[in-house]
C-alpha cells in the first residue's frame, strides 16, 4: 500500500465515498502508478498480475470518466469495452464495476460463450456504458450486428498475455480495428512476452508503463522443501497429503502432462483430486470450480496457466510439485494460500537439477529455504484424507426458474435434512450444483430422484471422481 489518498490521485468525491465504504482507504501501488495517466487519457501498458488491484486501477479513472463526460450510448454501442481471457475473470471484473460504480447510473453488460446468446443481445440492444467481454462471443456479437463499437472511447485488453496463450491475438486485433482510432487502450499483462509487446507497438499511442511485483505478507505463509528424485515425485505428494492432510491443495504442475499423471496417481489411493488445465471445455471446467470450492475435492491440481483468475478463499496448501523456473511466478503460486490473516502452508519438491531455480526464488524472496527430509512424511491421523462434502449434479438449471432456495427447499422442507447436512448451491443455466455430506449423498440423490424439486421431477447423480 501506499501512503497517499485516491482523491490525491484525482478521483472525485463520490467514487472516494464508495471506496472507503468497502475499506479501500490507501491506493496500492499499480492504483497509485496508473490512475493519474489514465485520468489524463493516457495509454497504459500494466505488467502486473492478479492480486495486486489492478481491476480498481482500470475501472476507477473508467467509472470517473464516462461520468463526467455525459455522452450516451446509442443502440448496441458501449462506450468502454474490456476483453478478458475466461468468463470467471469477466464476470469478476462486471462485479467490481457493479461494486465500485454503484449509485453511478452508469449501464453495463458482460457476454460471454459458452452460454445461450439472447439475454446478452437484449442487454445490449439499447447500448450500455460498459462492456465486459471474452473476444470470441464478442465478436460473434459483432458480426451479427449485435453490438457496434464505432463509437468506443476506451478499450481496456486485461490478462492480455493469457489470450494470446488461448489463441485468440487475431480476434482482439479485429476488435482493436472496430473501435475509433482515437480511443484510449489499456493493456494488462502478467508477463511481457512477444505477442504482447506486438499488441501494445500496433495499437497504443506512447503508453505509459507500470511494472508492479508480485507481493504478499510472505511471513503468513510457512515455506518447507523437499529434496526429491523425478521418480519419486508424485509419490511424495501423496506423502505429503497423508502427513499435512490439509483440508484443500492447490498442487501446480508445470505442464499438462504432469497434471494429468499426478491426478491418476492420487485417484488411485483413493484421494479425491481434480486437474484443471487450459483445454477444458467451459462446462468441465466450471464443474471442477464447483467441487473444489464446494469442498468435495481435496486436491486441485492445475498449471500456472489455468489457475490464473482463479478466485478461491482460504486454501489449507499449496504445493509446488514442479519448481517453477520464473521466482515471481513462485511468489504469486503460494500467494494462494495463507490469505486473509490466516497462516498458511506452501509445500516444495524439488530435484537436482532444479536447484538453480530455488536460488532465483531464495534471492527474490530474501531468505534461504528451510530443507526437509521426506522420510519425515509419515501419515497422520486416521485413514485417507477424504472431502466432507460430495456434490449431487441435478439436471436443470436457470432456464427451468430453479433457484438454490428451491433446493435448499426440497432437502431440507420436503426430505427432512438438517441445513448442515448441505453445503453449497450453484445454480448454472443448464445445471445446478448442490454438495451434500458424504455420509448420505447416495441417498440424498435416490430420494431426490424419485422426488420433486418446484413440483417437477428431476434427474439427480453423483459426481465422483
Ligand atoms: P485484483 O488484483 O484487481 O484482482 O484485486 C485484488 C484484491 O484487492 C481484490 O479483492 C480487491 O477488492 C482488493 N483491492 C483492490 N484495491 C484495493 C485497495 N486500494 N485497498 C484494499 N483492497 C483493495
Same mark, same amino acid.
Given at each position: 500500500?501506499?501512503?497517499?489518498?485516491?482523491?490525491?490521485?484525482?478521483?472525485?468525491?463520490?467514487?472516494?465515498?464508495t471506496?472507503?465504504?468497502q475499506?479501500?482507504?490507501?491506493?496500492?501501488p499499480i492504483?497509485?502508478?496508473?490512475?493519474?495517466?489514465l485520468l489524463?487519457?493516457?495509454?497504459l501498458?500494466?505488467?502486473?498480475?492478479?492480486?495486486?488491484g489492478?481491476?480498481?486501477a482500470?475501472a476507477l479513472?473508467i467509472?470517473?470518466?464516462l461520468?463526467a463526460?455525459?455522452?450516451?450510448?446509442g443502440?448496441?454501442e458501449?462506450?468502454?469495452v474490456?476483453?478478458?481471457?475466461?468468463r470467471?475473470?469477466?464476470?469478476?471484473i462486471?462485479?467490481?464495476?457493479?461494486?465500485?460504480?454503484?449509485?453511478?447510473r452508469?449501464?453495463?453488460?458482460?457476454?460471454?460463450?459458452?452460454?445461450?446468446?439472447f439475454?446478452?443481445?437484449?442487454?445490449?440492444?439499447?447500448?450500455?456504458?460498459i462492456?465486459?467481454?471474452?473476444?470470441?462471443?464478442?465478436?460473434d456479437l459483432?458480426?451479427?450486428k449485435?453490438?457496434?463499437?464505432?463509437?468506443?472511447?476506451?478499450?481496456?485488453?486485461?490478462?492480455a498475455?493469457?489470450?494470446?496463450?488461448?489463441?485468440?491475438?487475431?480476434?482482439?486485433v479485429?476488435?482493436?480495428?472496430?473501435?475509433?482510432?482515437?480511443?484510449?487502450?489499456l493493456?494488462?499483462?502478467?508477463?511481457y512476452?512477444?505477442? /504482447?509487446?506486438?499488441?501494445?507497438?500496433?495499437?497504443?499511442?506512447?503508453?505509459v508503463?507500470?511494472?508492479?511485483?508480485?507481493?504478499?505478507?510472505?511471513?503468513?505463509?510457512?515455506?518447507?522443501?523437499?529434496?526429491?528424485k523425478d521418480?519419486?515425485?508424485?509419490?511424495?505428494?501423496?506423502?505429503?497429503?497423508?502427513h499435512?492432510?490439509?483440508?484443500s491443495?492447490l498442487?501446480?504442475?508445470n505442464?499438462?502432462?504432469?497434471c494429468?499423471?499426478?491426478?491418476?496417481?492420487?485417484?488411485?489411493q483413493g484421494i479425491?483430486s481434480?486437474?484443471?488445465?487450459g483445454?477444458l471445455?467451459?462446462?468441465?471446467r466450471?464443474?471442477?470450480?464447483?467441487?473444489f470450492?464446494?469442498r468435495?475435492?481435496?486436491?486441485?491440481?492445475a498449471?500456472?496457466?489455468?489457475?490464473?483468475?482463479l478466485?478461491?478463499?482460504?486454501l489449507?496448501?499449496? /504445493?509446488?510439485?514442479d519448481v517453477?523456473?520464473?521466482?515471481?511466478?513462485?511468489?504469486?503460486?503460494?500467494g494462494?494460500?495463507g490469505?486473509a490473516?490466516?497462516s498458511g502452508?506452501?509445500?516444495?519438491?524439488?530435484?537436482?537439477?532444479?536447484?538453480?531455480s530455488?536460488g532465483?526464488?531464495?534471492?527474490?524472496?530474501?531468505?534461504?529455504?528451510?530443507?526437509?527430509?521426506?522420510s519425515e512424511?509419515?501419515p497422520?491421523?486416521k485413514?485417507?484424507?477424504?472431502?466432507?462434502?460430495?456434490?449431487?449434479?441435478i439436471?436443470?438449471?436457470?432456464?427451468e426458474?430453479?433457484?438454490?432456495?428451491?433446493?435448499?427447499?426440497?432437502?431440507?422442507?420436503?426430505?427432512g435434512?438438517?441445513?448442515?447436512q448441505?453445503?453449497? /448451491?450453484?445454480?448454472?443455466?443448464?445445471?445446478?450444483?448442490?454438495?451434500?455430506?458424504r455420509?448420505?449423498?447416495?441417498q440424498?440423490a435416490?430420494?431426490?430422484n424419485?422426488?420433486r424439486?418446484?413440483?417437477?421431477?428431476?434427474?439427480?447423480?453423483?459426481?465422483e471422481?
Amino acid at each position: 500500500m501506499t501512503t497517499v489518498t485516491f482523491a490525491d490521485l484525482g478521483i472525485a468525491e463520490p467514487l472516494c465515498r464508495t471506496l472507503a465504504d468497502q475499506n479501500y482507504i490507501h491506493p496500492t501501488p499499480i492504483q497509485a502508478q496508473s490512475i493519474p495517466a489514465l485520468l489524463e487519457g493516457r495509454d497504459l501498458l500494466g505488467l502486473a498480475q492478479t492480486g495486486t488491484g489492478k481491476t480498481a486501477a482500470f475501472a476507477l479513472p473508467i467509472l470517473q470518466k464516462l461520468t463526467a463526460d455525459r455522452a450516451k450510448a446509442g443502440p448496441k454501442e458501449a462506450r468502454a469495452v474490456i476483453l478478458a481471457p475466461t468468463r470467471e475473470l469477466a464476470m469478476q471484473i462486471s462485479k467490481s464495476f457493479e461494486t465500485y460504480g454503484k449509485g453511478s447510473r452508469l449501464r453495463q453488460a458482460v457476454v460471454f460463450g459458452g452460454v445461450n446468446q439472447f439475454r446478452q443481445v437484449r442487454a445490449m440492444s439499447g447500448g450500455v456504458d460498459i462492456l465486459v467481454a471474452t473476444p470470441g462471443r464478442l465478436l460473434d456479437l459483432m458480426n451479427q450486428k449485435h453490438v457496434n463499437l464505432g463509437r468506443t472511447s476506451i478499450l481496456v485488453l486485461d490478462e492480455a498475455d493469457r489470450m494470446l496463450d488461448m489463441g485468440f491475438f487475431d480476434d482482439i486485433v479485429t476488435v482493436a480495428k472496430q473501435c475509433p482510432k482515437t480511443r484510449q487502450t489499456l493493456l494488462f499483462s502478467a508477463t511481457y512476452p512477444e505477442g /504482447i509487446a506486438k499488441l501494445s507497438a500496433q495499437f497504443m499511442r506512447e503508453p505509459v508503463t507500470v511494472k508492479v511485483e508480485a507481493q504478499h505478507a510472505g511471513a503468513q505463509i510457512e515455506q518447507r522443501w523437499y529434496e526429491v528424485k523425478d521418480t519419486e515425485r508424485l509419490d511424495a505428494v501423496s506423502k505429503l497429503l497423508a502427513h499435512f492432510r490439509p483440508a484443500s491443495t492447490l498442487a501446480f504442475c508445470n505442464t499438462k502432462a504432469q497434471c494429468r499423471d499426478l491426478v491418476a496417481v492420487l485417484q488411485a489411493q483413493g484421494i479425491s483430486s481434480l486437474a484443471l488445465f487450459g483445454e477444458l471445455e467451459q462446462r468441465e471446467r466450471d464443474q471442477v470450480l464447483v467441487r473444489f470450492a464446494n469442498r468435495s475435492c481435496s486436491v486441485l491440481v492445475a498449471t500456472d496457466v489455468a489457475a490464473r483468475g482463479l478466485d478461491i478463499t482460504s486454501l489449507a496448501a499449496v /504445493i509446488n510439485v514442479d519448481v517453477t523456473p520464473d521466482a515471481e511466478v513462485h511468489i504469486h503460486r503460494i500467494g494462494r494460500t495463507g490469505r486473509a490473516g490466516e497462516s498458511g502452508l506452501a509445500l516444495n519438491l524439488v530435484s537436482m537439477d532444479e536447484m538453480g531455480s530455488v536460488g532465483k526464488i531464495e534471492q527474490l524472496q530474501g531468505r534461504e529455504s528451510k530443507w526437509h527430509p521426506v522420510s519425515e512424511l509419515v501419515p497422520t491421523g486416521k485413514g485417507p484424507l477424504v472431502p466432507p462434502m460430495v456434490t449431487l449434479h441435478i439436471q436443470g438449471g436457470r432456464k427451468e426458474k430453479i433457484r438454490p432456495g428451491d433446493v435448499l427447499g426440497a432437502l431440507t422442507a420436503d426430505l427432512g435434512y438438517t441445513r448442515e447436512q448441505v453445503g453449497k /448451491i450453484n445454480v448454472n443455466e443448464w445445471s445446478t450444483y448442490v454438495a451434500v455430506d458424504r455420509n448420505i449423498a447416495e441417498q440424498v440423490a435416490s430420494r431426490l430422484n424419485d422426488g420433486r424439486i418446484k413440483g417437477k421431477s428431476v434427474k439427480v447423480r453423483v459426481l465422483e471422481d
